[in-house]
């Protein structure tokens, strides 16, 4: 693969990665109320959500969802309920008066993992994305399977940076929730940030 075109490809990348989204929510939201060892699995989670849209892409099944409105909805109102249930859920999660993740109750870090594997899965617009950003870069002279594999890993590895950028920008906020109101306030922020997220998606297109 010409480096030039890899170059382009990555700040691409770091141009989608960057964009504050579910994705961002998601690992902030954990890491400030569980830590960062939580927010680690949250950010592979992701990353596993991200690795399933970039096979179908590659497969070709990201054209169908593209091109298929039936398709399109189904997956993007699933996520649209996914997240506002998350936003939900959220809001409604008072804590215990205090920012200290070994306080907090206890949360399985596999229910952590698949929650954050779905934020990704269900949401069709970023694969529509990839249909429309990955064929810009592919080129018929070369292997196929050998250009998607540098792509999508490339995507993954700057998508994981930054969502560890992500992870660390929350722990150094966290000390600022230090009691029961700040507590509340955070979740509600969060809760009304994942709402926002389904609401966004809500008024996507195919376009």
Not at 18 to 34: C, E, L, Q, R
Not at 78 to 104: H, M, W
Request: aromatic share 8%; glycine share 12%; net charge positive.
């Amino acid at each position: 693969m010409n480096i030039e075109i890899w170059i382009t490809f990555v700040m691409a990348c770091f141009v989608l990665a960057i964009s504050p989204g579910a994705g961002a929510v998601n690992t902030m939201a954990i890491t400030m109320k569980h830590g960062i060892r939580r927010g680690a699995v949250a950010i592979a989670g992701l990353q596993v959500g991200n690795a399933n849209n970039i096979v179908l892409v590659g497969a070709g099944l990201g054209a169908l969802l593209a091109q298929s409105d039936v398709a399109f909805s189904v997956v993007k109102w699933v996520g649209v309920a996914y997240l506002i249930y998350l936003g939900i859920q959220k809001c409604r999660d008072t804590g215990d008066g205090s920012f200290s993740p070994e306080k907090n109750e206890p949360i399985g870090a596999r229910k952590l993992f698949f929650q954050s594997v779905i934020v990704n899965v269900t949401n069709p617009k970023g694969v529509v994305f990839l249909v429309a950003l990955l064929p810009q870069f592919i080129s018929p002279n070369g292997s196929y399977l050998h250009q998607m594999l540098i792509l999508g890993g490339t995507l993954l590895v700057i998508d994981t940076i930054v969502m560890v950028g992500y992870a660390l920008l929350a722990t150094k906020v966290a000390h600022l929730v230090q009691n029961a109101h700040h507590m509340k306030v955070m979740n509600r922020l969060f809760g009304g940030l994942f709402i926002g997220a389904g609401s966004l998606l809500a008024a996507t297109s195919r376009s």
